[in-house]
């Protein structure tokens, strides 16, 4: 196997954040990703169902833990100082980066200084975020994934489509080929094989690391200790066996006291996995004391903001960082059902995707994202930290349509719209002008209703008054009832 | 970085005061406060249950005579020919006790040749009943890679470990300061559902996981 050779090769194009329609389009014609997605969406489902009732107080739990992050987030810059200042001295190194560029630049100089070339990664979404791999390998670093599901994607040269299980999208037989092709393994179709080849030669690749990278799920500021979960082993691998630790920390990970993991170790592993518990934590705190000690000589913890700080401003904004990242907005979502994670264009998919891709790539580049969603509000319903994820889609909506230098619409349509809807709500917050109107469309509507839709008329309708199209292009709009609820009451038989 | 944040919650403070969500009060109390200390016996058999849903094996011994008999048996039937110990006391009084003619047993491993052995054995300093979880301090022993390497992890837990709950272990390991560079938590082997969700057990940590519990409390009542 020669990683190195491979992975100088382009990435599969999988569409962007601004070709969204076209991507969703193409997703829902791809018979093998709906297979998986039915398979994902409802196993997930029920695991978490069935692990959330073994909770006494869930209700209690997520309020809690909702209340938690909305007293970190109201001081953060409190608990980043209290998290760094414990943390640093317990021996770990503490790096502040204001973005992306700045963490990549900072692990290639760390990685550099101290010439270590072999290089394993265990799963982390902010080293997606900001492409740490892509900068890495330009800087002649081949950073080796270990996640069974990350390294997949790796040799196949793709990006996650999911949060917790980032290979999803592919199937059994699709892996296999892949192994065989890249590997070199006998050809088979079972799981337990495809896994033990992966193990054998990850660990050739943990043997010989000199450094290795890893996110943070939750750091203490208490303690300056840092929790990672996973089932697999492999963080623990990489953050035990080589001599360097690089641990990539957004800021908004912080929580007050050891004794909050407790609520977010309840409420993390239910509504990912569905499991009480994910096989491994692991809880670190600096470095090792003696030298004699187990672990790494170094441990570098970077605390990157890259467009989170600006989050803040705004309540309702504020909340997209209180997100743990468990995916279980994604699973819930009727739309991600349908499409998956690639069709969004960017690292988070899903409902919490499209609220915080936005935010953090700019909402001119990704306008189309606050849009994927029916606002079912399903999302809100499952989230552990009860993130109004609805409302957060609304209000990047009401920013779109106000119109930023980047989103801005045409100025006539903006004017047009606007009187539309002043004139709306003059007329519907008056009974005599509401009821009138409902007699109008009523008897507006008669010619184009047939069996009880308004169907191909009410098409061409629209095509004469075009903001109407877009309502009824995709749906037949249900026609008024012949009699109102007022009318109704009015002539109810008098007992 | 920090006057940024600063920056951004002040500006956020007129839109605070009209929003409902962020009108409720953001001082909460610390976590665990309703934590009870339990001694409960039966926590053996709740851990053991756990940890078997999870995949893992458990076996009570009376004490540490069978315990060593147990471990023995698991050596055996295992054919664990090269076994990594760590320097936990328990697990040194007890591997002085088996005759290790066929299995040679090694302490204060190189990481190198811990990839070359069939098992690592370690106690455990905490468990967790309600999840089958072993909890591994590593002021206590360097347990880190002879849990983890091999591919098969032995831990001997004494019963009065056992805590019923998460929140009374994250109360023990953080006592007076004395919180471990790492603390480990372990609840059964290995697992992965990354291909096709279908489950694979020992991806990268061992595939299996057997623990001996030492029914100390028994003793004494």
């Known amino acids: 196997m020669n990683l190195q050779k491979q992975t100088t090769e382009v990435p599969v194009p999988q569409g962007t954040t601004e070709t969204f329609d076209e991507n969703a389009r193409r997703a829902l014609v791809d018979p093998q990703l709906r297979t998986a997605l039915r398979k994902l969406t409802v196993t997930f489902g029920e695991r978490r169902a069935q692990a959330i009732a ?269 997100c743990i990242r468990c995916g279980a907005c994604l699973n819930a979502c009727p739309v991600y059902q349908q499409i998956g994670g690639h069709a969004y264009g960017s690292v988070y998919p899903g409902p919490i995707g499209a609220v915080i891709t936005p935010q953090l790539i700019g909402i001119g580049k990704a306008a189309q994202l606050p849009y994927a969603s029916s606002l079912c509000g399903a999302c809100r319903e499952v989230c552990p930290v009860k993130i109004d994820i609805p409302e957060l889609l609304l209000h990047l909506r009401a920013q779109i349509a106000e119109g930023t230098p980047s989103t801005s619409a ?20 008056r009974p ?47 026609p008024l009832a012949p009699r109102s609820f007022r009318e109704m009451w009015r002539d109810r038989p008098v007992p | 970085m920090l006057a940024r944040i600063r920056e951004h919650l002040a500006a956020s403070a007129p839109f605070d005061r009209v929003h409902h969500e962020a009108s409720a009060k953001h001082e909460v109390g610390p976590s665990g ?57 328990v697990v040194d009084r007890l591997m002085r006790q088996i005759d290790a003619a066929n299995a040679e047993v090694l302490s204060n491993v190189e990481p190198a040749v811990l990839f070359e052995c069939d098992a690592g054995i370690t106690s455990a300093q905490w468990a967790i009943a309600e999840t089958g979880t072993l909890v591994l301090e590593s002021k206590s022993e360097r347990h880190r890679l002879v849990s983890l390497v091999p591919p098969v992890h032995i831990a001997i837990l004494e019963a009065g470990r056992i805590r019923r709950t998460m929140a009374e272990v994250l109360e023990a390991v953080n006592q007076s300061g004395e919180l471990s560079r790492t603390v480990t938590f372990i609840t059964g082997p290995s697992r992965t559902s990354d291909i096709e969700l279908t489950l694979a057990i020992g991806v990268h940590g061992p595939a299996k996981l057997h623990v001996i519990v030492i029914d100390d409390v028994k003793q004494t009542v």
């Open chain 1, 54 to 322: 073994s909770v006494d107080d869930w209700e209690g739990l997520r309020e809690r833990a909702r209340a938690i992050k909305d007293e970190t987030l109201a001081h953060l810059d409190k608990y980043l100082a209290d998290f760094a200042d414990k943390a640093e001295r317990a021996g770990a190194q503490i790096h502040w980066a204001d973005d992306g560029k700045d963490v990549c630049q900072l692990i290639i100089r760390l990685l550099q200084e101290r010439n270590a070339k072999r290089v394993v990664k265990s799963k982390s979404m902010a080293t997606e975020e900001i492409h740490l791999n892509a900068a890495l390998e330009a800087a002649g670093i081949t950073p080796v994934e270990t996640d069974l599901g990350e390294w997949i994607i790796q040799l196949a040269h793709e990006t996650p489509s999911h949060i917790v299980v980032p290979a999803i999208h592919k199937s059994k037989k699709q892996i296999a080929d892949l192994f065989v092709e890249k590997l070199g393994i006998e050809p088979t179709d079972d799981v337990d094989r495809l896994t033990s080849a992966a193990r054998r030669i990850l660990r050739q690749r943990f043997a010989e690391a000199d450094a290795g990278i890893s996110g943070v799920n939750f750091g203490v500021a208490e303690t300056g200790s840092i929790l990672i979960l996973e089932n697999e082993g492999n963080i623990r691998l990489t953050t035990s066996l080589p001599k360097i630790h690089i641990a990539l920390m957004g800021i908004e990970k912080v929580i007050p006291r050891f004794a909050d993991l407790d609520v977010f170790l309840k409420l993390l592993p239910r509504s990912g996995t569905g499991q009480r518990l994910t096989a491994y934590q692991s809880i670190i705190t600096g470095t090792k004391k003696n030298p004699g000690d187990e672990g790494p000589e170094e441990v570098h913890i970077i605390l990157m903001d890259n467009g989170r700080s600006r989050m803040l401003a705004h309540p309702v904004t504020r909340q997209s960082l209180a």
């Open chain 1, 410 to 429: 045409p100025m006539k349509r903006k004017v047009l719209e606007s009187l539309a809807f002043r004139l709306y709500a003059f007329a519907w917050s």
């Open chain 1, 432 to 478: 005599v002008l509401y009821e009138l109107g409902g007699r109008i469309l009523r008897l507006c509507q008669g010619p184009m209703v047939r069996n009880g839709r308004i169907g191909k008329v009410g098409k061409i309708m629209s095509k004469l008054l075009p903001p109407l199209g877009a309502w009824t292009a995709w749906r037949d709009a249900r």
């Open chain 2, 33 to 89: 406060q309703s934590i009870e200390h339990s001694n409960d016996i039966s926590l053996i058999g709740l851990f053991c249950e756990a940890l078997e849903a999870v995949n893992g094996k458990c076996t009570i011994v009376a004490d540490e005579a069978e315990a060593t008999l147990s471990l023995k048996q698991v050596i055996d039937l295992n054919k664990l020919n090269r076994i990594a110990v760590s320097e936990s006391p």
